[in-house]
């Protein structure tokens, strides 16, 4: 129930000593201010690196073809594995639980020129299979993709994203329209986003053709450059089972040793996120430990003043014990008294932490690294359940204190 002769007493004790209040709050609203921007910061970390992965499935393993370092089966070493359609096809029947496989071959190994008219451009050229669209998140804004019959018949179609639609066709409607790449036509079939941030502010986009296109006009016979697959199992169990199954296909096929790391190389995004996980989960509870340890200086701060108030009290609480006053009543009145001061400071701490968050988050563009370094109102509910927590323990000593006064020894006090 609301006292309201409790709460005028507090109010009346604040208004006395307002610069010892105020420096008091002071410590709770620092120790919170730098607990959201050390949890906003470590948010902005996990948001940046997960940016990263925002167009690749998490299930998904990638290879690429490397050079041998072990002797096999009479066979010296530094051989080059070159993969090819035929291995996309051997992993399709042997990974269990495969759900979709794609052989991708970059276009003379880096950018090539695309141009239209006197308009033209530096792109990353790849042929896919339709597979792709399963193993990367491409959104298309116009047209569509390439399909199973862009494959199967080599058409000499291709996708290509906002900023080369816009560096070649100027405003114009690109879909059904051809263009140039390397000097042999391509009709533009589907536009994607794309998103360059942060240091690659400057990077062109990657623009899809078929695979079979990519390797017959480009003289590339049957080789892919990398294979990527995504399976149904994304646990680390099915991943690591995934990956052996692929390297025990491949190498089997291109007679290298399965032991052999530098034969080809794998990227397993399952392991890739299990490891961020793990990091970003240990730099958080860093976090939360370094904020806490924060606030526990502002606990101690409080509690200390408290018992400073107290002292000062002593013949008021003698007086009001003699009165009838029980340990539990003077006990909730020094704690009601903490908590208020912590929570207003806490409270303000909180707020400004969050703006300042709000702010950053506009004014720093994100990039790889960091991005979006705000808090979700999650934080800020445990945030306000520490500061209630902390508010109430830097009250209990000076409130034990209180209640442990006899009032024949408080009225001899002077």
Same mark, same amino acid.
């Given at each position: 129930?609301?006292?309201?002769? %409790?709460?005028?007493?507090?109010?009346?004790?604040?208004?006395?000593?307002?610069?010892?209040?105020?420096?008091?709050?002071?410590?709770?609203?620092?120790?919170?201010?730098?607990?959201?921007?050390?949890?906003?910061?470590?948010?902005?970390?996990?948001?940046?690196?997960?940016?990263?992965?925002?167009?690749?499935?998490?299930?998904?393993?990638?290879?690429?073809?490397?050079?041998?370092?072990?002797?096999?089966?009479?066979?010296?070493?530094?051989?080059?594995?070159?993969?090819?359609?035929?291995?996309?096809?051997?992993?399709?029947?042997?990974?269990?639980?495969?759900?979709?496989?794609?052989?991708?071959?970059?276009?003379?190994?880096?950018n090539s020129s695309i141009s239209r008219g006197k308009n033209f451009g530096n792109f990353s050229?790849?042929?896919v299979t339709p597979d792709i669209t399963d193993l990367q998140n491409q959104v298309i804004v116009?047209?569509?993709?390439?399909?199973?019959?862009?494959q199967q018949r080599t058409r000499k179609v291709i996708v290509i994203a906002e900023d080369c639609?816009?560096?070649?066709?100027?405003?114009?409607?690109?879909?059904?329209?051809?263009?140039?790449?390397?000097?042999?036509?391509?009709?533009?079939?589907?536009?994607?986003?794309?998103?360059?941030?942060?240091?690659?502010?400057?990077?062109?986009?990657?623009?899809?053709?078929?695979?079979?296109?990519?390797?017959?006009?480009?003289?590339?016979?049957?080789?892919?450059?990398?294979?990527?697959?995504?399976?149904?199992?994304?646990?680390?169990?099915?991943?690591?089972?995934?990956?052996?199954?692929?390297?025990?296909?491949?190498?089997?096929?291109?007679?290298?040793?399965?032991?052999?790391?530098?034969?080809?190389?794998?990227?397993?995004?399952?392991?890739?996120?299990?490891?961020?996980?793990?990091?970003?989960?240990?730099?958080?509870?860093?976090?939360?430990?370094?904020?806490?340890?924060?606030?526990?200086?502002?606990?101690?701060?409080?509690?200390?003043?408290?018992?400073?108030?107290?002292?000062?009290?002593?013949?008021?609480?003698?007086?009001? %014990?003699?009165?009838?006053?029980?340990?539990?009543?003077?006990?909730?009145?020094?704690?009601?008294?903490?908590?208020?001061?912590?929570?207003?400071?806490?409270?303000?701490?909180?707020?400004?932490?969050?703006?300042?968050?709000?702010?950053?988050? %506009?004014?720093?563009?994100?990039?790889?690294?960091?991005?979006?370094?705000?808090?979700?109102? %999650?934080?800020?509910?445990?945030?306000?359940?520490?500061?209630?927590?902390?508010?109430?323990?830097?009250?209990?000593?000076?409130?034990?204190?209180?209640?442990?006064?006899?009032?024949?020894?408080?009225?001899?006090?002077?």
């Amino acid at each position: 129930m609301f006292d309201a002769e %409790k709460w005028a007493e507090i109010f009346d004790t604040i208004g006395k000593n307002k610069l010892r209040t105020v420096l008091t709050g002071f410590s709770v609203f620092w120790g919170i201010f730098m607990l959201i921007i050390l949890l906003g910061a470590g948010a902005g970390l996990q948001n940046g690196f997960s940016y990263n992965f925002r167009n690749t499935a998490t299930n998904t393993i990638d290879i690429w073809g490397g050079q041998t370092t072990k002797p096999w089966q009479g066979l010296a070493t530094d051989r080059e594995i070159q993969l090819d359609t035929r291995d996309v096809d051997a992993l399709r029947g042997a990974i269990p639980g495969l759900q979709a496989i794609s052989g991708n071959f970059r276009v003379w190994r880096g950018n090539s020129s695309i141009s239209r008219g006197k308009n033209f451009g530096n792109f990353s050229i790849n042929g896919v299979t339709p597979d792709i669209t399963d193993l990367q998140n491409q959104v298309i804004v116009s047209g569509r993709f390439i399909n199973e019959m862009d494959q199967q018949r080599t058409r000499k179609v291709i996708v290509i994203a906002e900023d080369c639609r816009d560096a070649l066709f100027k405003g114009e409607d690109p879909i059904d329209q051809w263009l140039q790449v390397n000097n042999i036509p391509f009709q533009v079939v589907g536009v994607y986003r794309f998103e360059a941030g942060g240091q690659n502010q400057n990077q062109s986009s990657q623009v899809f053709i078929p695979l079979s296109v990519a390797q017959r006009v480009f003289n590339a016979q049957q080789d892919v450059d990398k294979i990527s697959f995504s399976f149904s199992d994304a646990s680390l169990m099915g991943a690591e089972q995934a990956q052996q199954r692929a390297v025990a296909v491949l190498s089997s096929r291109h007679r290298f040793d399965p032991t052999d790391d530098q034969a080809v190389y794998l990227n397993n995004n399952v392991e890739n996120a299990d490891v961020f996980g793990k990091i970003f989960g240990g730099i958080t509870a860093f976090l939360w430990i370094i904020g806490i340890g924060t606030i526990i200086a502002g606990i101690v701060g409080v509690s200390n003043i408290m018992l400073i108030v107290v002292k000062e009290r002593t013949r008021e609480i003698g007086i009001r %014990k003699a009165l009838g006053a029980t340990p539990a009543n003077v006990t909730g009145q020094v704690i009601m008294e903490a908590v208020f001061v912590s929570a207003v400071a806490g409270y303000f701490g909180l707020v400004c932490g969050v703006g300042l968050l709000e702010s950053l988050s %506009k004014a720093i563009p994100g990039n790889e690294m960091f991005r979006d370094p705000t808090v979700d109102i %999650k934080v800020a509910l445990y945030a306000t359940t520490v500061l209630i927590v902390s508010g109430a323990l830097a009250g209990l000593i000076p409130a034990r204190r209180a209640a442990a006064i006899r009032p024949i020894e408080a009225l001899r006090d002077e």
